[in-house]
């Protein structure tokens, strides 16, 4: 299964219409992927579901083990602050380690407002996920300006689909 993980629990969100527009060019390959949404987090999530709660929250049990069971997944991550957000770090820490990741395979695609679209948050992910185990597609599009680039569900910059059709194959052939 491969799972696409929306990088934030702000709503509304732009990750989130991002990793819907990635799950079509998915289906069209002819993958299935479900979307694990950051924004589906329980409100309580910081106090119910980590450390010494972990894996006892019956809310968040059922995106702890989805994710343990991707064999694949594809992270939509926000620039926050020059990296990704506090909550998907958050996120990280509650699932099962080392389980959840290692020898597992990601993708990462990076957005922002401002010019750098994440490269320094797909960066600090990478150096989590491989900490934890995983594999890191080389691609790692950063779709910078986001605001501009992407109305009404639809990219109007051509070069970004073309990036994220490049990554979706390779990431299926990874
Ligand atoms: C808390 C916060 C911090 C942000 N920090 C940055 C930043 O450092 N650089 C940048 O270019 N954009 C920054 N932005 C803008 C986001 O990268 C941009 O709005 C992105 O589309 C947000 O994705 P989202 O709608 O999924 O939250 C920030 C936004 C928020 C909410």
């Known amino acids: 299964m491969i ?3 929306s990088g934030t629990n702000r709503e509304p969100s732009m990750s989130k219409e991002i990793a819907l527009f990635y799950q079509k060019i998915l289906a069209e390959f002819g993958s299935n992927t479900d979307i694990i949404d950051l924004g589906k987090l329980p409100t309580d999530f910081l106090n119910v579901a980590l450390y010494k709660n972990s894996g006892k929250s019956d809310a968040f049990n059922p995106m702890r083990i989805q994710m343990k069971m991707s064999a ?17 770090k958050a996120f990280i820490d509650a699932l099962e380690f080392p389980n959840t990741f290692k020898n597992k395979k990601c993708a990462l695609i990076g ?3 401002g010019s750098q679209g994440g490269g320094l948050a797909l960066s600090h992910l990478t150096d989590i996920l491989n900490y934890c185990g995983a594999n890191v597609l080389a691609q790692k599009p950063r779709l910078a300006r986001i605001e501009a680039s992407f109305q009404d569900g639809e990219f109007s910059n051509p070069t970004y689909l073309e990036l994220l059709k490049e990554q979706a194959q390779a990431f299926l052939d990874f």
Request: glycine content about 8%; aromatic content about 14%; overall charge neutral.
């Open 3 to 5: 799972a696409i993980i």
């Open 72 to 88: 694949k997944m594809i992270f939509i991550v926000p620039e926050y602050n020059g990296s990704f957000p506090g909550v998907l």
């Open 111 to 113: 957005l922002s407002s």
